[in-house]
């Protein structure tokens, strides 16, 4: 209750002009939404911030630009929907550019692998999201490519929702009966794992296509790109991949490719 109240009362307080300012000016589909959603997206917004540790690494200082505008993302992805503010996520880390991540992986008769691998972005099931700052802005100022880091990783915390780990279905049919629950599911797999092959093979292929190559890796991988193509190239994905734009439609409740501009 006590939480409930907290949040209701964050949400209702105007958000601080500065704030305002800076969403203003780098989240360019904040000028998209229709009134309703851009109050809707500052309470949200305003709740994040009051929930979430920003931590910056490698140096890195952590500002109310970076926080409002990593914010503003993460939030956009809960409009319209019920939502508990990313309950498992604790912490957002910020570092400069790309960082590396050492791995170590079992090749066989007891020889263990270590190797490292660069990231723009890892989102973790055990509470925290790692962000490159300049991926991030790159996503905010250039959305037309279709790749934004930061709404990729929190698909992915939002994909960990319903268990833990990320498989590419997100908890579905919140409010509604279980039969129609069921049905949604059962809509969703076909329609997921349709366009999940088909992009595997067109990137086998070499072919060009407005998902990314990377959603071909896993189905968790795959929800997470088409994420990033539903609010950046929605009208695109709209025209080319119907089926999969309606069922990222009914999930997020919004329609991107309505908005503003996006026609």
């Known amino acids: 209750m006590f939480k409930n109240f907290r949040r209701t009362r964050l949400k209702a307080t105007p958000l601080p002009a500065r704030w305002r300012r800076i969403i203003e000016e780098y989240c360019l589909f904040y000028s998209k939404l229709s009134k309703a959603d851009r109050k809707e997206l500052e309470g949200h917004v305003q709740v994040f911030l009051a929930e ?3 931590e910056g690494c490698g140096g890195f200082k952590v500002l109310d630009e970076h926080r409002v505008c990593i914010a503003a993302q993460a939030c956009l992805l809960l409009l319209h929907r019920q939502t508990d503010y990313y309950p498992g996520l604790r912490s957002i880390l910020v570092y400069p550019a790309a960082f590396v991540v050492p791995v ?4 066989g008769h007891g020889v263990m692998q270590e190797n490292h691998q660069v990231h723009a972005g890892l989102a973790s099931p055990e ?4 962000l490159a700052w300049d991926d991030v802005y790159r996503g905010l100022v250039t959305p037309e490519d279709g790749h934004n880091v930061a709404l990729h990783e929190f698909a992915h915390q939002l994909d960990f929702e319903d268990g833990g780990y990320a498989d590419g279905i997100p908890l579905l049919g919140e409010g509604e009966s279980m039969s129609k629950r069921r049905q949604g599911q059962a809509e969703w797999s076909r329609v997921m794992r349709a366009e999940y092959e088909q992009l595997r093979a067109r990137a086998r292929r070499g072919e060009p296509t407005i998902l990314r190559d990377y959603g071909a890796t896993s ?3 795959f929800f997470a790109v088409a994420t990033e193509s539903f609010f950046c190239r929605a009208h695109e994905l709209r025209r080319i991949h119907p089926e999969l734009y309606e ?4 999930y997020y409740k919004q329609d991107p490719a309505a908005w503003k501009g996006n026609g």
């Not at 509470?127 to 790692?130: D, K, L, P, T, W």
């Open 52 to 54: 979430k540790q920003f």
């Open 104 to 107: 170590t992986r079992h090749v």
């Open 127 to 130: 509470g925290a999201v790692v």
């Open 219 to 221: 189905p968790a991988e």
């Open 247 to 250: 069922q990222m439609e009914r």
